[in-house]
């Protein structure tokens, strides 16, 4: 049997209890962070509570080697955790999809994921999100505008946005949400410079919920204006970013009271 486990958002206390009897059951248990991480707890912690020894995968052992598939042919029953919901990353699903051909058993124990936590605690409404994007770490030769294109998009269409943050743990880089809105600024900017102002429509303006540490107890959501909330300290990883579309009452009360957007936004209704 090979298991795919969901952590859940923070720490070793997210797992469900059908999570935990299942890395209790288990021969050997594999696990990959580099799709998502949990800042609240350690290996030890988890080794401590399911009560055996974790084999953390670099992402070739995972992606290349599937060394936790090696074993599952070998009729041992293995699991397989990450952090979040095991199945939100692609490469997971494509594990998957590889086991039921190869005739593995399998079951997949969800955890809470950003993908809903996100938007439930920036109190937009879930129904009105349009498409995720991901800003990543840019480099000299890789900065693509999609991220920026792709809020643009649900906002034309009255769709809030997720943003989800670059992640690179084997570097211990963690993108923040300063870093997010940095990034679309320049990406505004540079679309002014090559004559595109008609595209160019998230700017400093733009109302912009930064999101950070969802699932800890200290959890931070601060709305505001991407010009006020660009300087604002969110503290450590991880962090993501909400861009609402046309508000609904409820939602902009919301924001008002729970997120310290500014009162102005309710006279926009």
């Given at each position: 049997m090979l298991y795919f486990v969901g952590l859940g958002l923070f720490d070793e206390k997210d797992i469900s209890l059908k999570g935990l009897k299942a890395l209790k059951s288990v021969e050997i248990v594999y696990a990959e962070f580099f799709t998502s991480h949990l800042f609240g707890s350690s290996f030890k912690a988890i080794e401590e509570l399911i009560g055996k020894e974790i084999k953390v995968l670099n992402r070739h052992e995972v992606e290349e080697e599937n060394v936790f598939m090696k074993e599952a042919i070998k009729g041992r029953d293995v699991a397989?955790?990450?952090?979040?919901?095991?199945?939100?990353?692609?490469?997971?699903?494509?594990?998957?999809?590889?086991?039921?051909?190869?005739?593995?058993e399998t079951e997949v124990i969800h955890g809470s994921s950003i993908l809903s936590s996100?938007?439930?605690?920036?109190?937009?409404?879930?129904?009105?999100?349009?498409?995720?994007?991901?800003?990543?770490?840019?480099?000299?030769?890789?900065?693509?505008?999609s991220p920026y294109m792709a809020i643009a998009n649900n906002l034309l269409n009255d769709a809030h946005?997720?943003?989800?943050?670059?992640?690179?743990?084997?570097?211990?880089?963690?993108?923040?949400?300063?870093?997010?809105?940095?990034?679309?600024?320049?990406?505004?900017?540079?679309?002014?410079?090559?004559?595109?102002?008609?595209?160019?429509?998230?700017?400093?303006?733009?109302?912009a919920i930064g999101i950070a540490r969802?699932?800890?107890?200290?959890?931070?959501?601060?709305?505001?204006?991407?010009?006020?909330?660009?300087?604002?300290?969110?503290?450590?990883?991880?962090?993501?970013?909400?861009?609402?579309?046309?508000?609904?009452?409820?939602?902009?009360?919301?924001?008002?009271?729970?997120?310290?957007?500014?009162?102005?936004?309710?006279?926009?209704?």
């Open positions: 397989l955790i990450t952090g979040g919901d095991p199945l939100i990353a692609t490469t997971h699903t494509d594990f998957l999809v590889e086991a039921k051909k190869k005739g593995i996100a938007p439930g605690i920036s109190g937009l409404q879930a129904y009105k999100f349009g498409k995720v994007t991901t800003i990543p770490f840019p480099d000299e030769n890789f900065f693509p505008q946005t997720l943003v989800l943050l670059d992640i690179q743990a084997h570097k211990n880089r963690y993108m923040t949400v300063n870093q997010g809105l940095e990034y679309l600024m320049k990406v505004k900017d540079d679309l002014i410079s090559n004559g595109k102002d008609n595209e160019a429509i998230i700017d400093e303006n733009t109302l969802v699932g800890s107890k200290d959890v931070v959501v601060r709305a505001d204006k991407i010009g006020e909330l660009i300087d604002f300290d969110f503290g450590g990883p991880l962090h993501c970013i909400a861009i609402p579309s046309k508000l609904h009452i409820v939602e902009a009360e919301y924001l008002v009271e729970v997120c310290g957007a500014p009162r102005e936004i309710l006279d926009e209704i």
